[in-house]
T-cell receptor, first 115, second 110 residues
Framework: DAGVIQSPRHEVTEMGQEVTLRCKPI?????LFWYRQTMMRGLELLIY????????DSGMPEDRFSAKMPNASFSTLKIQPSEPRDSAVYFC?????????????FGEGSRLTVL | DQQVKQNSPSLSVQEGRISILNCDYT??????FLWYKKYPAEGPTFLIS???IKDKNEDGRFTVFLNKSAKHLSLHIVPSQPGDSAVYFC?????????WGAGTKLIIKP
C-alpha cells in the first residue's frame, strides 16, 4: 500500500523564489494536514483540509503561504516569495477522519532550504 | 503556552532494559493521546494510542499509561532494542487537532 507521498524530498532555493511542495494523501483518507517542523518550534500545524475544503488555516504563518487541495488525491503548499526563515521540513499527513483515534499517516517530508 | 510537554529532550537506556518516556498536558478536554516515533529523514510514524477513558493500553513491547488526575502519560518500552533509538513524540487530540510535544530522543546503548 502506498503511503503519503511528498515531493520534492529536498529543495534548495534562493530568497524571493516561489516554492511549491506537493502531497498525495493515502487513497480513501478524507483529512489532510500540512505541518512544519523546525528546531525552535517543533511540529506546527499549518493547515487542515477535510473533504478537500480548508477547515483551519490559522497556522499559516502569513500571506506568503497558501495551500490548495483541488481534489481528494492532491494538495500543494506554496510559498511566494520564500525567505530564509521558511527553511524547515514540511510534512503532509492524512487520516480517515475524526471518528478514529486521531492517528495520522505522515509522508517523508520535504526539506526546504532558502538561501 | 505549551499544552503538551515532554520535559526530557533525551534519554539513554541500556539495551534490554526498560525505557520510560514521559509527557504532561494541561488541557482536560483532550480525548485521545498518541505516541509517534520518528527516525531521521523520515516522517513520524504512529506507535500506540490511549483513550482518555482508559488508564493503560498495551501493544507488544509498548505500554502507555495515563494518569488523568496528574495529567500525565508515559510510554514504557520493554525490553528496549537498538531499533528503538529514535525521537518519540507525545500528541494529544482535541477535536481534529493533534497538539504535539517537543519530542524526546531515545538512545539505546548496546
Amino acid at each position: 500500500d502506498a503511503g503519503v507521498i511528498q515531493s520534492p524530498r529536498h529543495e534548495v532555493t534562493e530568497m524571493g523564489q516561489e516554492v511549491t511542495l506537493r502531497c498525495k494523501p493515502i487513497s480513501g483518507h478524507n483529512s489532510l494536514f500540512w505541518y512544519r517542523q523546525t528546531m525552535m518550534r517543533g511540529l506546527e500545524l499549518l493547515i487542515y483540509f477535510n473533504n478537500n475544503v480548508p477547515i483551519d488555516d490559522s497556522g499559516m504563518p502569513e500571506d506568503r503561504f497558501s495551500a490548495k487541495m483541488p481534489n481528494a488525491s492532491f494538495s500543494t503548499l506554496k510559498i511566494q516569495p520564500s525567505e530564509p526563515r521558511d527553511s524547515a521540513v514540511y510534512f503532509c499527513a492524512s487520516s480517515s477522519g475524526t471518528a478514529n483515534t486521531g492517528e495520522l499517516f505522515f509522508g517523508e517530508g520535504s526539506r526546504l532550504t532558502v538561501l | 503556552d505549551q499544552q503538551v510537554k515532554q520535559n526530557s529532550p533525551s534519554l539513554s537506556v541500556q539495551e534490554g532494559r526498560i525505557s520510560i518516556l514521559n509527557c504532561d498536558y494541561t488541557n482536560s478536554m483532550f480525548d485521545y493521546f498518541l505516541w509517534y516515533k520518528k527516525y531521521p529523514a523520515e516522517g513520524p510514524t504512529f506507535l500506540i494510542s490511549i483513550s482518555s477513558i482508559k488508564d493503560k493500553n498495551e501493544d507488544g513491547r509498548f505500554t502507555v499509561f495515563l494518569n488523568k488526575s496528574a495529567k500525565h502519560l508515559s510510554l514504557h518500552i520493554v525490553p528496549s532494542q537498538p531499533g528503538d533509538s529514535a525521537v518519540y513524540f507525545c500528541a494529544a487530540r482535541s477535536n481534529y487537532q493533534l497538539i504535539w510535544g517537543a519530542g524526546t530522543k531515545l538512545i539505546i546503548k548496546p
